[in-house]
């Protein structure tokens, strides 16, 4: 590779950090600080009764979720942590030492399997999927999103706002669904690593296991907790030393840009034949 090239890609690391909103050194206990009076001052502006955000048992569910849970007591709103399980989950404990550590004001439990089944039977071509993986992969698209689904049906009961937990390694992989997970009226992690992300629970006082748990999906059924790390085919390390402006091998830089690039409808407004803004 010529220096020429070189600088041309290091341009390019440096732009999608700023898109995605990046700092490189961040001070866990003020960026707490600074995205509470965030969550805070936006609930008291929109006027809204508080905020819901779904609790996974991972990492950024238990960040996020502290976090509206401590703007909500300043604002003087109520948080409402909705688990949404498909039947049973087998990392239910997590999700239920993610709630203790929250103390949220409500609980809502939302088995989603029984809308998923049918509605992904109803959708499945006669015959089947030809591949069972994308059959699988559509299935897992359909949960996500009645999962985001119920969480907006529990906040316009309420008159409350939806939280999402999107942060900025995701972000990069465009690691979320369309429509589902990526739907939220408010991310208070979004430009996070998730380095930073762990940074910032360990500073809340979040269990130590839930802060350095494997991140998972967990949508597929063929493939039950696949860890993220093997889905993305690069590893967080190196998401958030690319982000951060730090040196990664080429490997990782092109997995990283390809996904970025081939996501990009994901993090953009609907496509228009007309300029919009």
Known sequence: MTQQSTERTSDRQHEI???????????????????????????????ASGYVLGISGGVDSTVAGKLAQLACERAGGR?????????????EHDAQAALEFI?????????????VEPLHAATTPVGGYPDRGQADFVKGNIKARLRMTAQYAVAGRLGALVIGTDQAAEAVMGFF???????????????????QVRQIGVHLGAPENLVHKVPTADLEEDRPALPDETAHGVTYAEIDTYLTGGPVSEEARSVIEAAYDRTAHKRALPAAPVELG
């Open 79 to 91: 948080f409402t942590a909705v688990r949404l399980p498909h039947g049973a989950q087998a990392d």
């Open 103 to 115: 103390g949220p004001d409500e609980v809502v439990t939302v088995d989603i399997k029984p809308a």
């Open 177 to 195: 669904t369309k429509h589902g997970d990526g739907a939220a009226d408010v991310t208070p992690l979004a430009g996070l690593t998730k380095d």
């Open 17 to 47: 950090a700023r898109a995605l909103g990046v700092v490189a050194d961040l001070d866990p206990a003020a960026e707490a600080e600074r995205r509470i009076a965030f969550l805070a001052d936006y609930l008291t502006g929109a006027k």
